[in-house]
């Protein structure tokens, strides 16, 4: 059993406020398309607080629900199983999840081999923020999920992977987009925080903090997981 272990989000100063993927190719049936991009749809954002009470499993679970559906859809038109993962909410850190002891500065996690996702409901990562941060995470974590049913999950612990599912990440993001209260700042202030969350100055798992804004961004634009093949990127790209 593994842990992928989304790094910690840095506190970011008053932001309060295939598919071609590695060596597996999806092949098309007559009305698909060789490289399906995941469809559009509606996931607006609940509030993480309202009159100070931290809502953030509300706001997870909504969001959880929104990658099911997205996720769920893309791998029907692709002939793929799709099953929901077990998903593990926390309001602290507790000794031992899924057999490992939790990894220590952990932002949220995913079980492989247990399709299971773990958000704590505390620390950095989301409490007080009113940022996207939050949702990327969700989204990363998940990212790992449809990794495993897709069958392109190569290295588990490696660059790569994490940046595949930060690719992952930002194709669903790009499919909800227009339905997400937001803006061109809240865009640029996610990318701030994707960028500090990088790897520069500390264990070398998830790629340097360009890299990951890099990977986030492709995802975005193609709205497309055939746009996410790290396995094959320069190395200059996964480092």
């Known amino acids: 059993m593994l842990l992928t272990v989304h790094s910690p989000a840095p506190r970011a100063p008053t932001i309060l406020a295939a598919l071609l993927i590695g060596a597996t190719v999806l092949q098309a049936g007559p009305t698909q398309a060789a ?19 931290p809502r953030s499993r509300e706001y997870l679970t909504t969001i959880v629900k929104c990658l099911d559906k997205s996720w769920s859809a893309y791998l029907r038109r692709t002939g793929r199983t799709f099953r929901k993962p077990v998903v593990r909410y926390y309001d602290e850190p507790v000794r031992e999840v899924c057999g490992f002891a939790w990894p220590e500065h952990a932002a949220a996690f995913y079980c492989i081999g247990r399709d299971t996702l773990v958000f704590p409901l505390t620390g950095a990562w989301i409490e007080g923020r009113t940022d996207l941060y939050p949702f ?26 994490e940046l595949q599912a930060d690719c992952l990440a930002g194709a669903f993001l790009g499919s909800v987009w227009p ?23 500390g264990e070398h798992s998830h790629g340097t903090g360009a890299n990951r804004v890099r990977w986030l961004e492709r995802g975005y634009r193609a709205v497309s997981p055939a746009a996410c093949d790290t396995w094959s990127a320069p190395a200059w790209q996964v480092s």
């Open 179 to 201: 339905s997400l209260s937001r803006t061109r700042q809240d865009w640029t202030a996610l990318l701030d925080a994707t960028r500090a969350a990088g790897d520069e100055d």
């Open 136 to 161: 990327k995470v969700a989204a990363h974590e998940y990212g790992h999920h449809a990794q495993s049913l897709l069958g392109v999950r190569k290295g588990a612990q490696s660059r790569r992977y």
């Open 35 to 53: 490289t399906p991009r995941l469809g559009r749809s509606a996931c607006p954002e609940t509030a993480i607080s309202s009159g100070g009470i």
